[in-house]
């Protein structure tokens, strides 16, 4: 039960999954690697996020995580089939199912779903979506300039021109948005000032439902308080704490810097 959950995603964006787990799983240790030194993941070729992802997958079983989150919408739709088949022994799950899940039970339609190119291009989130309700209309956008704007931390400092730029078109045409990428809800607030009055469906909150669940059926939840956080990436550790301090709290926690073979 002690054991810690394993989290990571191609930079910062899944510290907002961290951040639910402390929320609604405050008794869990946690382990996260942000891969930095590979981000955005994309542009990336399913090929290269397989070798990135079977990397960190197979570090979190040498530290006996007892489950591992895919905290990233671009590793969810492109190989984590191929991740749960290889380390079939491990419970490795991604972000994708449980936001649709979400989405669903909202009962709203006309939905926006905005992502990285590698998970527009996958057709993840509309295919699943349309298995379960055919009727429901999905937009897909694909939005490659936020990764970079929140990995550099430019969030702080406002970045409405670009969220104008990709969301005016869409004002009165959708009843809600699927941030489909653990960065965006970082953004959150500032995209609500260009598209309010709309359903906003977070796969950094979905997921965390869905790990509780999960630990809950194999009784895994940890039931003694939290030991430790561990934070790692494999960039900088400045730049990784510069561009995550406006969300994240460190407070009695430090980055540390790891190389992943």
């Not at 510290?15 to 930095?36: A, F, H």
């Not at 906003?200 to 809950?216: D, G, Q, R, T, V």
Request: aromatic share 10%; proline share 4%.
């Amino acid at each position: 039960m002690e054991r810690a959950i394993g989290v990571f995603d191609s930079g910062v964006g899944g510290l907002t999954v961290v951040n639910s787990i402390r929320s609604l799983l405050p008794n869990e240790n946690i382990i996260y690697i942000g891969d930095n030194y590979h981000c955005p993941y994309g542009d990336k070729t399913p090929e290269q996020l397989f070798s990135y992802a079977s990397g960190i997958v197979e570090y979190f079983i040498e530290q006996n995580v007892k489950m591992i989150v895919l905290a990233c919408n671009t590793t969810s739709s492109t190989v984590l089939d191929k991740l749960q088949a290889v380390y079939s022994n491990m419970t490795i799950i991604g972000v994708i199912d449980a936001t649709v899940d979400d989405f669903i039970n909202r009962n709203v339609d006309n939905t926006l779903i905005i992502a990285t190119a590698a998970t527009i291009k996958s057709n993840k989130y509309p295919d699943t979506i349309k298995k379960i309700n055919p009727h429901i209309t999905t937009y897909s956008l694909a939005t490659p300039k936020l990764v970079p704007l929140v990995e550099s931390g430019m969030y702080k400092e406002g970045i409405y021109e670009v969220l104008h730029e990709y969301f005016d078109s869409y004002a009165g045409k959708i009843k809600s948005i699927i941030l489909g990428c653990t960065h965006y809800p970082i953004l959150k607030e500032q995209i609500k000032r260009v598209l309010p009055n709309i359903e906003y469906i977070s796969s950094s909150e979905a997921i965390c439902k869905n790990i509780k669940e999960i630990l809950e059926s194999k009784n895994l939840l940890n039931t003694q308080p939290n030991k430790y956080i561990k934070i790692y990436t494999t960039g900088e550790t400045d730049e990784f704490r510069y561009s995550s301090s406006g969300f994240f709290d460190y407070t009695g926690l430090k980055v540390e810097h790891i190389i992943i073979k």
